[in-house]
């Protein structure tokens, strides 16, 4: 019998990544980061003049900070000692939007904080993505966490009445972004909102036992 199965995101869900990319920019790359509002593609501007960066800059950052710093990610307080409990009841893979060339990265990374786990990369909406996942593991029951409501809405659209039997947490760790961001419980693509792991993992264990009962 299949065992159940959680999706979850890494980046804002179990390791910091904007504080770390704020931090590395304005030290080494003359940019401030801002988030007012929630688009991530005006927070950025340059130091000396203020202006914003073009997208395509933007993204040349964001490259470059996975390729240099990544030791600079530290884990969301409780993430990594919640992914270990649920794991005792549950297979945990991890679907993280990077490019293929950095799923090694990731999951070196990932075992550098005590993580050993599957690590599934994706570019764009993560529907399809978690489709497949679903289609080759085929748990008793699946739960995906991510912390970006986009992600959430492209589940939902992508799996049709089978993501009616999907649990899924809205979940993000960052105070940089939290506040910010859109929600996927307000709009109805997520099961719930919550932003710490105190409180998250205790609702997961719920969602978990409810089904394996």
Not at 31 to 45: C, H, K, P, Q, Y
Not at 154 to 173: D, F, K, M, Q, Y
Request: aromatic letters at 6%.
């Amino acid at each position: 019998m299949s065992r159940p199965l959680i999706i979850s995101d890494c980046d804002e869900v179990l390791l910091y990544m904007v504080s770390p990319f704020r931090d590395w920019l304005s030290e080494t790359q003359g940019v401030e980061f801002r988030m007012e509002g929630n688009d991530f593609a005006t927070a950025l501007r340059w130091q000396e003049s203020g202006e914003i960066l073009a997208p395509k800059e933007i993204w040349k950052k964001l490259g470059g900070f996975f390729d240099t710093e990544m030791h600079r990610q530290t884990p969301i307080p409780g993430a990594i000692e919640g992914i270990a409990a649920l794991r005792e009841h549950a297979d945990v893979v991890i679907l993280t939007n990077l490019v293929d060339k950095r799923q090694e990265m990731r999951k070196a990374q990932l075992l550098e904080h005590g993580l050993d786990a599957r690590v599934f990369t994706n570019q764009g909406p993560k529907g399809p993505a978690l489709q497949a996942i679903l289609e080759e593991y085929a748990p008793s029951k699946a739960i995906f966490i991510d912390d970006l409501a986009q992600h959430h809405r492209s589940a939902r659209e992508t799996l049709g009445e089978v993501g009616a039997n999907i649990t899924t947490l809205h979940l993000c760790g960052e105070p940089l972004l939290a506040p910010h961001i859109d929600c996927a419980h307000s709009s109805g693509h997520a099961d719930a909102r919550i932003d710490s792991w105190d409180e998250a993992l205790p609702w997961l264990m719920g969602e978990i036992e409810r089904e394996t009962v």
